[in-house]
T-cell receptor, first 113, second 116 residues
Framework: AQTVTQSQPEMSVQEAETVTLSCTYD???????LFWYKQPPSRQMILVIR??????QNATENRFSVNFQKAAKSFSLKISDSQLGDAAMYFC??????????FGTGTSLTVIP | DTEVTQTPKHLVMGMTNKKSLKCEQH?????MYWYKQKAKKPPELMFV???????INESVPSRFSPECPNSSLLNLHLHALQPEDSALYLC???????????????FGAGTRLSVL
């Protein structure tokens, strides 16, 4: 079974600084997708960034980037120039070839003004 | 439009009540999902519908009954629930259940259910 581990239940960052959220996963598949979703207090899960396992280049979306280490099965999220609106619960997710999502336990990010 | 709409936003029901949760999307997606999320926990998959047919049931108790009347609409019928069923129920949709790169799941804002 696939497992996704987020070892940081809570993180905080000063506004305008950079923070990295960790995620590791376990799979025997070679073709899969990884995602970071954000869930603010409004509850809606919002896609932040995604990475295709067969692509070596790390995905980037504006202030959000990932460090994907396939051999180590690691998929960390870096948020640059943190903003107050970045405060949320962040879930790392693994999507299996059968399109089932497995979520990590989440990291609660606080942004300090 | 990447919107998945869930109604109601909040629901309080007794253990003998029958209620339904509704989820709607107009993105032409052919896969729809129900998740249950407890506080400070990740979403847990309950059901997957693919082309209006139930394709995955993650051993969910029969007091939860999903229904997919058409490709845009997904219901979750609730009957004889227990207090431990209180949670946030999230609906999601994706283009289909294939391995396409663009097959992202889009989530609704959820229904906060309280069972008394």
């Amino acid at each position: 079974a696939q497992t996704v581990t987020q070892s940081q239940p809570e993180m905080s960052v000063q506004e305008a600084e950079t923070v990295t959220l960790s995620c590791t996963y376990d799979t025997s598949e070679s073709d899969y997708y990884l995602f970071w979703y954000k869930q603010p207090p409004s509850r809606q899960m919002i896609l932040v960034i995604r990475q295709e396992a067969y692509k070596q280049q790390n995905a980037t979306e504006n202030r959000f980037s990932v460090n994907f280490q396939k051999a180590a099965k690691s998929f960390s999220l870096k948020i640059s120039d943190s903003q107050l609106g970045d405060a949320a619960m962040y879930f790392c997710a693994y999507r299996s070839p059968g399109n089932q999502f497995y979520f990590g336990t989440g990291t609660s990010l606080t942004v300090i003004p | 439009d990447t919107e998945v709409t869930q109604t109601p936003k909040h629901l309080v029901m007794g253990m003998t009540n029958k209620k339904s949760l509704k989820c709607e999307q107009h993105m032409g997606h052919r896969a729809m999902y129900w998740y249950k999320q407890k506080a400070k926990k990740p979403p847990e998959l309950m059901f997957v519908y693919s082309y209006e047919k139930l394709s995955i049931n993650e051993s969910v108790p029969s007091r939860f009954s999903p229904e997919c009347p058409n490709s845009s609409l997904l219901n979750l019928h609730l009957h004889a629930l227990q207090p431990e069923d209180s949670a946030l129920y999230l609906c999601a949709s994706s283009q289909d259940t294939s391995r396409l790169a663009k097959n992202i799941q889009y989530f609704g804002a959820g229904t906060r259910l309280s069972v008394l």
